[in-house]
């Protein structure tokens, strides 16, 4: 359970729970997971606070912002969209 950063520990940080099997899961919101309906409010108030972020890494920043050099970023991001781990848990960044 403890060690090397895999690819669970990735789809984990980024989709949340629901992208890894149970005996994987850590009780952890992803950075990119979407809120549903039937979300407790700390599940649907901790996905609120990453839509900063989640729009910085998307390039949707306002375009007078500092960080608008940053963005190439997002095209680096681009790659890992593709990535099959995860397109196979449904993921989407």
Known sequence: MLGTVDARDCLLAA???GAVPAEFRRNVVGLFQPSHPGDTLETQTRV???AHIRA???GKRPVNTPTRARN????AL???RQ??????AGCQL
């Open 83 to 88: 990535s099959m781990y995860y397109r196979e």
């Open 78 to 80: 681009a790659a890992a």
């Open 48 to 50: 609120a606070s990453f």
């Open 15 to 17: 989709c949340g729970d």
């Open 72 to 75: 190439t970023a997002a095209s």
């Open 56 to 58: 910085t890494i998307h």
